[in-house]
């Protein structure tokens, strides 16, 4: 149930979307333009921003000694970026399940090394978007005000959750047990703080390329925004990772860049229709990309595509 009430969310989100832009056509249709440049920038941009994310996993699988090449991480990147349109978070799965059966790490490590990687995006996202807001553009605007305060909240969460500690259970029982995995992988991460600060540089510049191809779609539209703008759109774009609740964040994260925009000086529906545009572009992409990846993974290994049995973490002995 859960799983249709995301897509329906998702579906409701797009299509109150499309009826905004609808509604003011008359001034966007104009805007509508999008050249072989801004194709090609957005496409070869997505192309190296999926390669730094496969380096920012391959630097926290071997904090946690596991030793995967960066072809493989590609791979299920790509793959992972299209099934995670579909229900259940398939490309999770499939992830889990790739690093599991290809080099047994066990999915209570894998939720440790997915939840520390996704605070780390969030911190290092919100960070930077929070300089960049108060450096180029001030507090002087109610909706810079805004976008600050969630900004720093959104910091100040994911550090808490990132660096807080927390004492592993003792005693028998299943859960225990996944809990002490996931809390001993948990702190192996933490304690590694030159792969946390190569990871934060990577995800950086993540936020760099996200901001590319934002400017390229805005050049090509013809609507001139200051470059640190982009920057706070593509940091807005890692920081709302937790707000996943949608498949691939969809319409979540038009919605977020749109209302962004009037910080930057751009009407919200202008802000919405380049979110739309990019998006666009980017499924594209993915579709290609992703499903030729996720159709040579299929064929190679079909089982990674199905959800983990419940007792896979569990000793023989257990």
Same mark, same amino acid.
């Given at each position: 149930?859960?799983?249709?009430?995301?897509?329906?969310?998702?579906?409701?989100?797009?299509?109150?979307?499309?009826?905004?832009?609808?509604?003011?056509?008359?001034?966007? $249709? !104009? +805007? /509508?333009?999008?050249?072989?440049?801004?194709? &090609?920038?957005?496409? @070869? #941009?997505? *192309?190296?921003?999926?390669?730094?994310?496969?380096?920012?996993?391959?630097?926290?699988?071997?904090?946690?000694?596991?030793?995967?090449?960066?072809?493989?991480?590609?791979?299920?990147?790509?793959?992972?970026?299209?099934?995670?349109?579909?229900?259940?978070?398939?490309?999770?799965?499939?992830?889990?399940?790739?690093?599991?059966?290809?080099?047994?790490?066990?999915?209570?490590?894998?939720?440790?090394?997915?939840? $520390? !990687? +996704? /605070?780390?995006?969030?911190?290092?996202?919100? &960070?930077?978007?929070? @300089? #960049?807001? *108060?450096?180029?553009?001030?507090?002087?605007?109610?909706?810079?005000?805004?976008?600050?305060?969630?900004?720093?909240?959104?910091?100040?969460?994911?550090?808490?959750?990132?660096?807080?500690?927390?004492?592993?259970?003792?005693?028998?029982?299943?859960?225990?047990?996944?809990?002490?995995?996931?809390?001993?992988?948990?702190?192996?991460?933490?304690?590694?703080?030159?792969?946390?600060?190569?990871?934060?540089?990577?995800?950086?510049?993540?936020?760099?390329?996200?901001?590319?191809?934002?400017?390229?779609?805005?050049?090509?539209?013809?609507?001139?925004?200051?470059?640190?703008?982009?920057?706070?759109?593509?940091?807005?774009?890692?920081?709302?990772?937790?707000?996943?609740?949608?498949?691939?964040?969809?319409?979540?994260?038009?919605?977020?860049?749109?209302?962004?925009?009037?910080?930057?000086?751009?009407?919200?529906?202008?802000?919405?229709?380049?979110?739309?545009?990019?998006?666009?572009?980017?499924?594209?992409?993915?579709?290609?990309?992703?499903?030729?990846?996720?159709?040579?993974?299929?064929?190679?290994?079909?089982?990674?595509?199905?959800?983990?049995?419940?007792?896979?973490?569990?000793?023989?002995?257990?």
């Amino acid at each position: 149930m859960k799983k249709w009430l995301t897509n329906l969310l998702a579906l409701g989100i797009v299509a109150g979307l499309v009826y905004y832009v609808l509604g003011r056509w008359d001034e966007l $249709q !104009g +805007l /509508l333009t999008v050249n072989v440049g801004c194709l &090609a920038t957005v496409v @070869g #941009v997505s *192309l190296v921003a999926n390669l730094v994310a496969s380096k920012i996993m391959q630097e926290l699988l071997r904090a946690l000694d596991v030793q995967p090449s960066l072809a493989d991480l590609w791979l299920i990147q790509n793959a992972g970026q299209l099934l995670n349109y579909l229900p259940m978070k398939a490309g999770t799965v499939l992830r889990a399940n790739y690093l599991k059966r290809r080099y047994g790490f066990g999915y209570a490590q894998f939720g440790a090394f997915f939840v $520390q !990687g +996704l /605070l780390l995006m969030t911190a290092s996202a919100a &960070a930077l978007g929070l @300089g #960049v807001l *108060l450096a180029v553009y001030g507090l002087g605007a109610t909706p810079a005000r805004i976008l600050a305060i969630a900004l720093a909240g959104v910091l100040a969460g994911s550090l808490l959750a990132l660096l807080l500690p927390v004492r592993p259970p003792a005693g028998p029982g299943r859960i225990r047990r996944l809990l002490r995995s996931f809390l001993s992988a948990r702190k192996a991460l933490a304690g590694r703080w030159r792969t946390l600060g190569m990871c934060t540089v990577l995800a950086l510049v993540s936020y760099a390329l996200f901001a590319v191809r934002l400017a390229a779609v805005y050049h090509s539209m013809g609507v001139e925004v200051h470059p640190a703008g982009f920057l706070i759109l593509g940091s807005l774009a890692g920081a709302i990772l937790f707000l996943s609740i949608t498949p691939g964040s969809l319409g979540i994260r038009e919605l977020v860049l749109g209302a962004s925009a009037m910080t930057l000086g751009v009407a919200p529906e202008v802000g919405v229709l380049a979110a739309m545009i990019e998006r666009a572009i980017v499924l594209g992409f993915t579709v290609v990309v992703g499903g030729s990846c996720a159709g040579w993974l299929w064929h190679k290994y079909p089982a990674d595509f199905h959800p983990p049995p419940p007792e896979a973490d569990r000793p023989a002995d257990a």
